[in-house]
């Protein structure tokens, strides 16, 4: 497998929350004689492994990023508590902090500024950092600010773009990001409808199973959404 498909899959593992699969693709990657960390594979691989919620010194060794410590430090630091409900008051100080505290401007620094202004809902500075981005993570996690707005006009706008961009309309985050826009626009046959033609695009994973259970008590469903939320356990 060469780099390319490899990050393809690690992306893939990592927004359905394949947790087991992206550790095994992680540890191939990592054997990849990595020296930078403005690819796109590198900043994936830290969000998963940050999302995962261990002690960054875990992996060093394990993965073989040890020319990558000060980064994956970095996005522990900063990343790692926006996995537990912070306040907005918390989001603010943990920005403060890391404004103070990283002059550095690389990618994931940057990663780490977009992820902490959308955690303060400070979306407008979001949206400055970088307005004619062509990332579709870029674009996703505008999405994500406008699906915390609930905002449906947006998330289609943004949806569109991310379909728009090469590969885009058969991207896993796109996928993901039209099931969202289905059920905030409360349509739900759709949105279940999407979630088989993901699951047969991709992988099945936990994080469909989810949706679908949501999906379906958003429906009245209660009791088949039961039976799918009981694989989970």
């Known amino acids: 497998m060469d780099e390319s498909d490899l990050v ?50 875990k992996y060093i060794d394990d993965l073989n990023l040890r020319n990558h410590k000060a980064q994956l430090k970095m996005c522990f630091d900063y990343i790692a508590p926006l996995n537990k409900q912070v306040t907005t008051e918390e989001a603010n100080k943990l920005y403060t902090k890391f404004k103070s505290s990283v002059t550095e401007d690389s990618p994931v620094a940057r990663l780490i500024e977009s992820l902490l202004l959308i955690a303060k809902k400070d979306y407008e500075a979001f949206m400055k950092l970088d307005p004619e981005s062509k990332s579709i993570e870029r674009w996703g996690m505008l999405f994500q600010c406008f699906m915390q707005l609930h905002r449906v006009d947006l998330m289609e706008k943004a949806l569109n773009k991310m379909k728009n961009l090469p590969g885009g309309s058969e991207d896993v985050l796109t996928s993901l990001c039209e099931i969202y826009h289905k059920i905030y626009a409360r349509k739900y046959e759709d949105a279940l409808d999407m979630i088989e033609v ?30 799918l939320l009981s694989k989970l356990q």
């Open 8 to 57: 393809y899959q690690l992306r893939v593992s990592f927004h359905l929350g394949n947790n087991i699969k992206v550790i095994e693709l992680a540890k191939e990657y990592s054997s990849m004689n990595m020296t930078s960390d403005d690819s796109l594979g590198l900043t994936i691989l830290y969000r998963a492994l940050v999302k995962m919620g261990n002690n960054f010194t």
């Open 198 to 227: 993901t699951k047969g695009t991709f992988e099945e994973a936990a994080k469909l199973l989810n949706l679908r259970a949501t999906v379906l008590m958003l429906m009245g469903n209660f009791k088949e959404a039961q039976s």
